[in-house]
């Protein structure tokens, strides 16, 4: 069992940065592959970014290439979702989740964290 708590959620100004992070306590973290998944008001969850197990690969949604960028601490059990230059259309509920590959990541998850929202202001 792994429980994932996302933060760093806020309103922000179009053009402005923020950083989300995602706690992981249970079982090992660095033996999961790690990404994040947003929702907007109104559409389908969709696949932003993923990380693997060690953090030296990384994978991207086309949206959000060159913007997002996803890192992860394994001595903290913590992914973290840096996001910059946002625009009113990043405004998403993104969540944080678990999975057996970076490969498959957008395919093939496990667990999953509550969210937290991003609001962006025009």
């Known amino acids: 069992q792994v429980q994932l708590v996302e933060s760093g959620g806020g309103l922000v100004q179009a053009g402005g940065s923020l950083r989300l992070s995602c706690a992981a306590s249970?079982?090992?973290?660095?033996?999961?592959?790690m990404g994040w998944f947003r929702q907007a008001p109104g559409k389908e969850r969709e696949f932003v970014a993923a990380?693997?197990?060690?953090?030296?690969?990384?994978r991207y949604a086309d949206s959000v290439k060159g913007r997002f960028t996803v890192s992860r601490d394994n001595a903290k059990n913590t992914v973290y979702l840096q996001i910059d230059s946002l625009k009113a259309e990043d405004t998403a509920v993104y969540y944080c989740?678990?999975?057996?590959?970076?490969?498959?990541?957008?395919?093939?998850?496990?667990?999953w964290g509550s969210g937290t929202l991003v609001t962006v202001s025009s």
């Open positions: 989740a678990t999975g057996s590959s970076m490969a498959t990541f957008h395919l093939d998850t496990d667990y």
């Open positions: 249970g079982r090992i973290f660095s033996s999961y592959a």
């Open positions: 990380i693997s197990r060690v953090g030296w690969n990384t």
